[in-house]
C-alpha cells in the first residue's frame, strides 16, 4: 500500500498577471513584516513606525526621490544590459567589471580631454569609450567560451577583480588630492564630461540613455531576427546549428551586446552621477542586476518595476537603520531579508503547490 504525499508540487504552465502581481505583494508585505520584526527586536520599536521610516527613507524628500530615481535608473540599465546574455544562458556574472572598465575609459577622457574640446564632443566621446570598453570586457569570455567552451561564470567573475584592478592603478595617476588614493570629484569647477542638465533636472540626462536602451532591448529581444536568435541558443545550441544559426556570431555578438550596455551603466555613474571613478563605483549593483533580470524574465519593461522594488526596499532599510541607530551591517541584513522573500515569491509563480488526493495507493 502506498499513501500519496499531503501536497503535490507541480510546475505552472500559465499564470495571470493579477496572480503574480499578488505573489509579489505578498511576498513584499511578509519582508516589511519581517524586517519590522527584526527592528523591533534590536530596538523595540513600533512597527508602523518602521514602515513610515522605509516611506521616508525612499521617497520623503525631493531629494530622496530623485536620488531613488537615479539608483533605480543604474540598476536597470545593468539589468539590460544583462538580459540578451542570460536569455542566451552564457551567465555572465562580469557587470560589475563591465561597469567600472566603462567607467574608467569615461573617466579617463574626462580627465584628459577636459579643456580641449567643446562639452558635447566630450560626452559623446565618453559614452562611445565607455561602451567599447564593456564591449572588449564582454567579448572577451564570450571568444573563450565560443571556440574553446571556457566556463563563462568563472571566467567573467575573475574578470572584475582584473576590471578593480586596473582602476586601482589608474587612481594612483588620478589622485586628487595626491596621497588621497581617491579621485575626488572629476571636473568639480568646469563640468566639463557631466551630463548637463536639463528643465532644472540633473538626471534628465540619465533617464534618457536608460528608457531608450530599455525600450530599444525589448524591441530587439521580441520582435528582430537578432532576438530570435539569442532565444533559439539559449534553449538549445544544437538546435540552433540545426537551424543554420551561427553560435558563434550570436554569442559574440550577444556579449558584445550586453558589454556595451553594462559600460553605458558605467559612463551614466561617472557622468551623470558620481562624477567620479573608484573601485566602488559599480557598487554590487551588477549582482543585484542578476536578480531583477531573472525576475523580470528577461522583459526589461517589467525590470523598471523590479528595479524601482528593490531601490526602494535599499533606501528604505538603509533609513531605519541610521535613524535607529543601528549599524551600515544592519541595512544589508533588511535588504538581504527582503531580496530573500523576493526570489521564494518567484518559486510561487512559476510552481503550484496541491493539496495530495489522500487514497490509498496499491
Request: glycine share 8%.
Amino acid at each position: 500500500m502506498k499513501k500519496e504525499p499531503f501536497l503535490r508540487m507541480s510546475k505552472r504552465e500559465s499564470i495571470s498577471l493579477w496572480k503574480e502581481a499578488l505573489i509579489y505583494f505578498v511576498a513584499i508585505l511578509l519582508a516589511l513584516i519581517v524586517c519590522a520584526g527584526v527592528i523591533y527586536a534590536l530596538v523595540q520599536m513600533n512597527p508602523i513606525d518602521v514602515y513610515k521610516a522605509i516611506f521616508d527613507g525612499a521617497l520623503g524628500s525631493k531629494r530622496r526621490i530623485w536620488i531613488t530615481v537615479r539608483d533605480t535608473l543604474t540598476l536597470l540599465c545593468i539589468g539590460v544590459g544583462l538580459a540578451p546574455a542570460f536569455r542566451m544562458r552564457f551567465w555572465n556574472i562580469g557587470a560589475e567589471g563591465q561597469i567600472l572598465v566603462g567607467g574608467v575609459a569615461a573617466a579617463a577622457l574626462m580627465i584628459n580631454l577636459a579643456d580641449k574640446i567643446p562639452n558635447v564632443l566630450l560626452i559623446l566621446l565618453m559614452l562611445a569609450a565607455a561602451a567599447a570598453a564593456g564591449i572588449v570586457w564582454g567579448l572577451i569570455p564570450a571568444f573563450f567560451k565560443a571556440y574553446w567552451k571556457t566556463n563563462e561564470t568563472l571566467f567573467t567573475l575573475m574578470l572584475n577583480y582584473v576590471a578593480m584592478q586596473v582602476v586601482t592603478y589608474c587612481i594612483i595617476f588620478w589622485e586628487n588630492p595626491k596621497g588621497s588614493n581617491s579621485v575626488g570629484i572629476i571636473n568639480q569647477a568646469t563640468r566639463a564630461g557631466w551630463l548637463p542638465e536639463m528643465f532644472g533636472n540633473d538626471y534628465f540626462w540619465n533617464i534618457v540613455i536608460v528608457v531608450l536602451l530599455t525600450v530599444v532591448m525589448y524591441i530587439y529581444l521580441r520582435y528582430s531576427k537578432g532576438g530570435y536568435e539569442v532565444a533559439v541558443v539559449g534553449e538549445s545550441e544544437r538546435t540552433a546549428r540545426y537551424a543554420g544559426i551561427n553560435v558563434k556570431k550570436v554569442m559574440l555578438r550577444t556579449m558584445a551586446i550586453s558589454g556595451a550596455i553594462c559600460g553605458i551603466a558605467g559612463f551614466i555613474a561617472v557622468s551623470g552621477s558620481g562624477h567620479t571613478i573608484s573601485t566602488s563605483t559599480a557598487n554590487g549593483r551588477g549582482f543585484t542586476a542578476i536578480i531583477v533580470a531573472w525576475l523580470a524574465r528577461f522583459n526589461t519593461f517589467a525590470m523598471v518595476l523590479i528595479a524601482f522594488g528593490i531601490i526602494f526596499m535599499e533606501k528604505g532599510a538603509i533609513q531605519i537603520a541610521s535613524q535607529y541607530g543601528l549599524n551600515e551591517s544592519a541595512s544589508d541584513v533588511l535588504l538581504g531579508i527582503i531580496l530573500f522573500f523576493i526570489l521564494g515569491a518567484e518559486f510561487f509563480v512559476r510552481y503550484k503547490i496541491e493539496p495530495g488526493r489522500h487514497r490509498q495507493q496499491e
